[in-house]
């Protein structure tokens, strides 16, 4: 399922917690969702659980890795930001903005008061921005995967 530009909400529950989500969110340009016009996947039980694909048809993907003091870390695609760090959704991107480096580093993190979890693309000069799962959910440390470049693998916890 492709969303697009613009803003998507894609809404949905799976059957148990712990299932794995039977559609592919695919996307064709780093500009089709973005901090100004965000998709929305909240596609979960009560509780918010399963595998999650997400696609990037042009290809090109890797997993984000940084350490940055005043921010934090990120290994294999998952962000710890440092305590003190702001958590509005606007200074995180604007921080992995900096801090990753490499156009097509896929990165998961929590935002918005830490209630909320994020999948970011660092596109160069249009960054990919998703909200992922449901209200306090969170990419499960070290469950993320990356196939060929383009199809990414994640659970929610």
Excluded at 18 to 43: E, R
Excluded at 52 to 74: H, K, N, R
Aim: net charge negative; glycine share 16%; charged share 5%.
């Amino acid at each position: 399922m492709y969303g697009g530009d613009g803003a998507d909400y894609i809404s949905g529950t799976i059957g148990s917690a712990g299932a794995t989500i039977g559609i592919t969110f695919a996307y064709s340009a780093f500009s089709d969702s973005t901090l100004s016009a965000m998709d929305t996947i909240a596609i979960g039980t009560g509780a918010a659980t399963g595998t999650y694909v997400q696609s990037y048809a042009p290809g090109g993907l890797v997993l984000a890795s940084f350490s940055a003091t005043d921010v934090g870390t990120a290994t294999n695609g998952v962000v710890v930001f440092t305590g003190t760090f702001n958590d509005d959704l606007t200074s995180r991107v604007a921080a992995l903005n900096s801090a990753i480096t490499t156009t097509g580093a896929v990165a998961f993190f929590n935002g918005s008061g830490n209630t909320r979890t994020y999948m970011f693309i660092q596109g160069g000069s249009t960054d990919t921005v998703v909200q992922v799962g449901l209200t306090s959910s969170a990419v499960a440390a070290g469950s993320v995967t990356l196939a060929g470049g383009r199809t990414v693998t994640y659970n929610m916890a």
